[in-house]
T-cell receptor, first 107, second 115 residues
């Protein structure tokens, strides 16, 4: 079946940029999403991008989409310790999620 | 405040018992979803519903059952047939988009531990 894949861990230093990557297989995906999960909590939407766009910027967040390669990335500029969380990519219409990337930000 | 509420937050049960997890939303959303989260496996869809009195199986529906008698409520029953029920369960809801993004609002989750 269709799948969404992410690497499981990323560690960066405070102030650096973080780049979290995601690949998906469903060529009929219409929107791609990034969600953030704090420990023991539900997911919160960070941002999303329409599949016909290749970039979206929202303050410290930049989403890049390569539709040909089915590759999505989330760049967090000036990463802070409060950004430490698990980040999930997802696609619609099936609302299929990746395994999540645990971002650790070291002071 | 509008939102989605899951209860209980923590639940312990003995093997072989059925348990029901509650999910209520006051966002007037038509669609509701149940996901299961296991470490390193992300979220897997159990069931979803787009309208009252109708629901569809997700990828891992075996051993689970749901009902959607009211728009606001989508309870999940973990039955004794579920082989490995210990997990973190997440409920979500969404307005069904005519076109555009399908943005899910998640509850805070329910952690079920089967002893």
């Amino acid at each position: 079946g269709e799948d969404v894949e992410q690497s499981l861990f990323l560690s960066v230093r405070e102030g650096d940029s973080s780049v979290i990557n995601c690949t998906y297989t469903d060529s009929s995906s219409t929107y791609l999403y990034w969600y953030k999960q704090e420990p023991g909590a539900g997911l919160q939407l960070l941002t999303y991008i329409f599949s016909n766009m290749d970039m979206k910027q929202d303050q410290r967040l930049t989403v890049l989409l390569n539709k040909k390669d089915k590759h999505l990335s989330l760049r967090i500029a000036d990463t802070q310790t409060g950004d430490s969380a698990i980040y999930f990519c997802a696609e619609s219409p099936d609302m299929r999620f990746g395994a999540g990337t645990r971002l650790t930000v070291k002071p | 405040d509008g939102g989605i509420t899951q209860s209980p937050k923590y639940l312990f049960r003995k093997e072989g018992q059925n348990v029901t997890l509650s999910c209520e939303q006051n966002l007037n959303h038509d669609a509701m979803y149940w996901y299961r989260q296991d470490p390193g496996q992300g979220l897997r869809l159990i069931y979803y519903s787009q309208i009252v009195n109708d629901f569809q199986k997700g990828d891992i529906a075996e051993g689970y059952s749901v009902s959607r008698e009211k728009k606001e409520s989508f309870p999940l029953t973990v039955t004794s047939a579920q082989k490995n029920p210990t997990a973190f369960y997440l409920c979500a809801s969404a307005a069904i988009p005519i076109s555009g993004a399908n943005v899910l609002t998640f509850g805070a989750g329910s952690r079920l531990t089967v002893l």
